[in-house]
């Protein structure tokens, strides 16, 4: 189950869809892959607690919920403290706006860059032959044309094909609960605010050291998704930080400590960065609504506790 552990807690990702002719195209839209995993016939999100902290520092206010990348309609209305604490911020905090980069053809145009191999260069030379006779296997399966995978670096390939699963679950993007603020900010105009970029994001996947390995465990470990849904949806509609941190980091961290650098690389040292910059933001304005992945929010090297470091005070609400 590593891999899809690892994979539904990263950054990055591509849809693919069948009457598309270039998959890769709505790749920005999707930069922010699964953090948790959820059933389509679950109850609506209102009955559910989810993850929300609410910050102060001096005369300062930070919100900051734990984010659903991938859901459906069956997850509105959020209950109504979440959506109370969006209207009181005076501006929206998220990873990286994709809807502004969905306007944006040269930010595309580099997007795409950094998800491909330059021409002349195929994912099929650039990992094991076992591995990549592992990928068409799968291809087949879900009879997706092996045509285009071809020039995906192995980063983009593996979360690729986690979301294609996820999305064969019934689950959507577009439906994110990211999504869903981010579409709302943008009809009203409200502020914005970034704490990466997608350029940024895809650098990181691709820095990822051995990367095929990755790919090699996310071919492995699919066919346990249907098991480890519910148990994400637990621990999200409990708001028990305590079993979304044995979920995200914990276990997985016991079973493969060879993993330590991907999850300094995917958690800890975006955390440190994303804290700063929260703490940086929260002095220009009097009230942030924050939204990032559950994963960050959690454990003893997660946004929660940086910010408390540096002078906050924090509550689960």
């Known amino acids: ?107 595309q145009r580099k997007v795409m860059l950094e998800s491909l191999y330059p021409p002349g260069q195929q994912l099929k030379d650039n990992i094991p032959p076992k591995i990549y006779t592992q990928l068409q296997e799968w291809l087949r399966m879900r009879r997706i044309p092996e045509a285009n995978f071809n020039r995906m670096r192995p980063a983009i390939a593996m979360i690729t094909l986690s979301l294609i699963e996820m999305q064969a679950r019934g689950l959507d993007p577009k439906a994110g ?25 895809l650098a990181m996947l691709n820095s990822l050291e051995n990367p095929e390995l990755y790919l090699k465990q996310t071919l492995d470990q699919l066919s346990e998704m249907d098991t480890f849904v519910p148990r994400m949806t637990n621990a ?19 079973e493969h400590p060879e993993y330590e650098q991907l999850y300094e690389l995917l958690f800890f040292k975006r955390n440190r960065e994303m804290a700063n910059k929260i703490d940086e933001l929260s002095q220009r304005y009097d009230t942030l609504f924050v939204v990032v992945g559950a994963g960050h929010l959690v454990g003893d090297k997660s946004i929660t506790n940086l910010l408390q470091g540096l002078g906050f005070s924090v509550k689960q609400i």
């Open 1 to 107: 189950m590593q891999a899809i552990r690892l994979i539904s807690r990263a950054s990055g990702g591509v849809t693919y869809t069948r009457n598309t002719r270039n998959p890769l195209w709505q790749l920005a839209s999707l930069l922010f892959i699964v953090l948790f995993v959820f059933a389509a016939n679950l109850a609506m999100a209102a009955n559910d607690r989810g993850l929300l902290l609410k910050a102060h520092k001096e005369d300062k206010t930070v919100y900051l919920l734990g984010s659903i990348h991938l859901a459906d309609a069956s997850f509105y209305p959020l209950r109504e403290t979440i959506g109370q604490a969006y209207k009181e911020s005076d501006a929206l905090v998220v990873e990286a706006d994709v809807i502004a980069m969905e306007s944006d053809p040269e930010l």
């Open 177 to 201: 609960i990211d999504r869903h603020f981010l579409d709302q900010a943008h009809k009203e105009g409200k502020t914005t605010l970034e704490l990466e970029s997608v350029l940024g994001q």
């Open 236 to 254: 999200w509609k409990s708001g028990d930080q305590g079993d979304i941190y044995d979920l995200v980091i914990r276990e997985g961290m016991e």
